[in-house]
């Protein structure tokens, strides 16, 4: 508990004695009304002095229409008509139920808030042969800086020297250590555990990965959802309306009566039913209960390693019916190996050292893979002319002679006969001077949890999956069959594959979403383009965040199923809570205009309503 917490405890355990005290007293003596009156005002204002203060201003501010209005003109009015142990009773459950609701709000912020504190305060540099911390915003990029066992690293960069094993898990979500040498990209965030390291960074520190994260959950809260919407202008009609409601109860009711019957109405029984009225009718329940569900279940998804940007996109991710992936990264690990060199006319390692040298500044799997099936490193020195054809290949001129690298789209714009593979994979091809000199077979490895996940996509609702690539069907078609994907479409440019969400977009229904999932770096323009874009492994990548509506930190495509689990059930609560606390309410308020409710009823359905439905709100974190 929080200090304001225990002080608002201690209060109601003031105001528990006092008012059991003042009941005692009352029952066992006879006293003037007056004494009587002053006695339980002591619990009373021990347990609602802030209550009364809050309305005040209300009202001297013009904005009197809200549950602190309410209570305390209900609680006077009970005073006045002589109702001294309801009035005072009313106010103290209503500021446990408070106190309550304090709590479990309390407990979703600390949630969001131990996502978000994964960034030091300092950074550690060495000056003059001694360690001494500094502001993490005063260290540039490409300084050292050291990590002790046991402390966060403040900063993206690389190790360059150390041996250590990095917890992830505020990042990822996953709990498994990682081991890290020289050489491996380390993100802020992670925990060092064991070994001393010396880290070049790479990036400044507002633009690292933990100071992203923190401030994408700083705007989730901005963006809420349409449900938010609705009740937020629902209380704002809803509040007056029913202040409205309950002076009529009290005054135009019995006036009306008194037309008809010509007997003197009971005015006491009728303002009676309207404070009753009005107590039922605070709408706390409903107000608090419904962002509490969205910013638990966002606490939640963050806790897994799920970053959703906003509520309103969590309300969107639940209604999703098509799901739509990219190949390489999502489904398959991205991790290309060579397994052949075929017709070739020239020597093996001469042909992979050509493509290895055309390849030299991409940063694509495919290159990669080809550089490191290269047994020597290739002088780049040799490559005088280098130019990227998308979604065709590379040319370059490399000792003199023009290779063209690429898609069999390539050889044919280049009117140069190619050979087929007769296995499945990503086929390279090769020309030197014009002539077809033969291609590399690399293939791609399928997650393990890609099956899994599309699995449990259906069982969360899902009509159809379809996969989206580049690669020729030869080598599409077997990973969509022996991972469960519904479609697939292949040989497709950056550009075809907007085009191809776009016709996939006008054949779903008006309320059915398309999600879109890609490694969030060259799927931007589809990220964007989709209902809801959902980035894959973007640890680290800033493309991703700016690009994507939700963030998946690591390469786990389960956690696709997962966040729309996580969204669903989020949804469900919050209409769970909306129908309850609307049904109680308007069943209630009848039976309160009939004279069939009393305060302690009118108590159930503010204060104990409040409680259920923020206890069924809070269960959207787990």
Known sequence: MNKKQKKTLWRIGASVITLVAAGTISRLTEMPQWAELIMYLIPYLIIGYDILIKAGKGILNRQMFDENFLMSAATIGALALGEFGEGAAVMLLYQIGELFQSIAVGKSRRDISALMDICPDTANVEEDGRIVEIDPYDVEVGR??????GERIPIDGIITDGTTTLDTSALTGESLPADAAPGTEVHSGSINMTGLIRIRTTKEFDRSTAARIMELVEESGSRKSRSENFITKFARYYTPAVSFGALALALAVPLVRLGITHTA???????MRALTFLVISCPCALVISIPLSFFSGIGGAGRRGILIKGSNYLETLARTKYVVFDKTGTITRGVFE???????????????EYAALAE???????????RNACKTTPDTSRVTEVKELAGLGIKAVIDGKEL???NEKLMRELNIDYHNCHKPGTIVHIAVDGSYAGH???????????ELAAAELKRAGIKKTVMLTGDTAEVAQPVAKAVGIDEVYSGLLPADKVDMVEKLLSCKGEKEVLAFVGDGINDAPVLARADVGIAMGALGSDAA?????IVLMDDDPLKIAKAVGISKKCMRIVYENIYFALGVKLICLALGALGLANMWLAVFADVGV????????VRTYN
């Not at 109405?265 to 303002?271: A, H, K, L």
């Not at 590399?440 to 890609?450: E, H, Q």
């Open 144 to 149: 050292e800086i050291i990590v002790r066992p």
């Open 360 to 370: 030299s500044g991409s940063n694509h799997p495919i290159a990669n893979s080809i």
């Open 545 to 549: 965040i700016e690009a994507a509506d």
């Open 404 to 406: 063209a690298v690429g």
């Open 440 to 450: 590399i077979l690399i293939s791609d490895v399928i997650k393990p949890t890609s």
């Open 338 to 352: 060579v397994e052949g060199v075929h017709h070739n006319s020239m020597e093996q390692q001469q042909l992979l």
């Open 265 to 271: 109405p009971e005015w006491g029984s009728w303002i």
């Open 610 to 617: 409040m409680i259920i439905a923020v206890l069924n709100a």
